[in-house]
């Protein structure tokens, strides 16, 4: 198994500024999750991101607004930028199994950050 | 559309009272079925994966089973501590993955 980190656990944030989150990793593994989970719906995937490459972004996120740093096995940040009130929301990491497949292994998450933005 | 639809949205038991959660999918190439239990201002836990149809997976008083079209999760005379939400989310395409909206569960004393 896998134990995850997240600084900062929450947040008051004003708009028009940016947050950076950082999510560590006990464990070297391939490739890290950045999820939102709004209010009352599920939990989405805003990018993969792995080692050494660009991350990987869903449709309607972008490297702009949510740019993505993964400097080595075990640590990601994931910054949210020029955030106006539609960006509130809780913001998880996660990690796959141990193999790294892509989902088809157990996946960990970590205790999520919570952002209110004013 | 791809989606996955997860019902009822809450549901409250009386401690030992058995029932069933559902999740229901609409993808094409279905690559895995997840559970997942979320506390209160925590992360999701992962609890199970189905690969295929027929396949059945058991933790405690949870029971996990899966069709073409769905998934269910049965828990057997619940306890109070299985009070949490219940996240179902399907991995389709190879890199593709949709989390249904969870059902809360509430298990009275």
């Known amino acids: 198994s896998a134990v995850i980190s997240q600084k900062p656990s929450r947040d008051i944030c004003q708009r028009g500024t940016s947050l950076t989150i950082q999510c560590q990793v006990d464990?070297?593994?391939?490739?890290m999750f950045w999820y939102r989970q709004q209010p009352g719906q599920s939990l989405t995937l805003i990018a993969t991101a792995n080692q050494g490459s660009e991350a990987t972004y869903e449709s309607g996120f972008v490297i702009d607004k949510f740019p993505i740093s993964r400097p080595n096995l075990t640590f990601s940040t994931l910054t949210v930028s020029n955030m106006s009130p539609e960006d509130s929301s809780i913001y998880l990491c996660s990690v796959g199994g141990e193999q790294g497949q892509f989902f088809q292994e157990t996946q960990y998450f970590g205790p999520g950050t919570r952002l209110l933005v004013l | 559309e791809d989606q996955v639809t997860q019902s009822p949205e809450a549901l409250r038991l009386q401690e030992g009272e058995s029932s069933s959660l559902n999740c229901s999918y609409t993808v094409s190439g279905l690559r895995g079925l997840f559970w997942y239990r979320q506390d209160p201002g925590k992360g999701p836990e992962f609890l199970f994966t189905l690969y295929s149809a027929g396949e059945e997976k058991e933790k405690e008083r949870l029971k996990a089973t899966l069709t073409k079209k769905e998934s269910f999760l049965h828990i057997t005379a619940p306890k109070p501590e299985d009070s949490a939400t219940y996240l179902c989310a399907v991995q389709y395409a190879y890199d593709k993955i949709i989390f249904g909206k969870g059902t809360r569960l509430h298990i009275l004393p």
């Open positions: 464990s070297q593994v391939t490739m």
